[in-house]
């Protein structure tokens, strides 16, 4: 049984359809990445599987059960955004315990998974403070903190790391690599950064307008691209 399954699955937004018939099976603890040029539909797709958007058509199941109508909430998976959407009035500790608290989790047992959560990200020292007193370092870790809090079975990434300088994005994209391994959390990544892509991939999607262009691992999708499009994506020798 698949993580994670899409089968024709299909977005439009009126009469504009953005995602057309995608199918692909996410295997539990796989890191798939998906790359394509920017308003190829990376965002949406990730939004429909978080549950943060409607899908039109076709079938959404996580962990083997359809959640096509279920609304985030309910989906055992958590989401890291590009912008971080850390709530500005609340301290880090609020940000990491506000998804337990409103699950109606036991005071102790959000204590306790904060702390633990705080331990693997290294912001221990950070937890009183506000988002605005942090470095967009610090703000990536407690996103990822905040994500980590609930122990989902599945993560989604939103370019998470492309409002970082150079050296942070190489420190964060180990650090992603090294939870990988740690939580073994089935994770669906989106990306346009090519070595983040290469280094962190079980499987690679390339997209392209809203449809799959080629799905396998890094050095099949390098050395045997399909076209001329994912052989440019990827960076192969043409
Ligand atoms: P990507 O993340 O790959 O850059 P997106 O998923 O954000 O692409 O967008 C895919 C397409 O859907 C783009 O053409 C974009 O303009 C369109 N789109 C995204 N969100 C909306 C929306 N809320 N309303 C209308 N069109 C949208
Ligand atoms: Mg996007």
Redesign the pocket.
């Known amino acids: 049984m698949s993580a994670i399954s899409l089968r024709q699955v299909r977005k439009s937004?009126?009469a504009?359809q953005?995602i057309h018939d995608v199918d692909i099976e996410i295997d539990s603890g796989e890191f798939l990445v998906l790359v394509?040029?920017?308003?190829?539909?990376?965002?949406?797709?990730l939004?429909m599987i978080a549950g943060l958007e409607d899908i039109s058509g076709g079938e959404l199941s996580i962990g083997g059960k359809v959640v096509n109508a279920l609304p985030p909430s309910d989906r055992d998976i958590a989401m890291v955004f590009q912008d971080y959407a850390l709530y500005p009035h609340m301290s880090v500790r609020e940000n990491m315990a506000f998804g337990l608290k409103m699950r109606g989790t036991e005071e102790k047992i959000v204590e306790s998974s904060v702390a633990k959560a705080a331990d693997i990200l290294k912001i221990q020292s950070l937890l009183d403070r506000l988002p605005a007193q942090l470095s967009g370092g610090q703000r990536q870790r407690v996103a990822m903190g905040r994500a980590i809090v609930r122990e989902p079975s599945a993560f989604l990434f939103?370019e998470p790391l492309s409002n970082l300088d150079a050296a942070l994005r190489i420190e964060m994209r180990l650090e992603i690599a090294k939870l990988h391994k740690r939580m073994k959390a089935t994770t669906v990544y989106?990306t346009h950064d090519q070595v983040e892509a290469m280094t962190l991939a079980d499987r690679i999607v390339v997209?392209n307008r809203?449809v799959i262009e080629q799905i396998g691992a890094p050095l099949d999708l390098y050395h045997k691209p399909e076209s001329l499009f994912v052989a440019r994506f990827i960076g192969s020798p043409t």
């Open positions: 937004y009126g504009l953005v394509g040029p920017s308003g190829c539909g990376k965002s949406t797709l939004r939103d989106v997209m809203g």
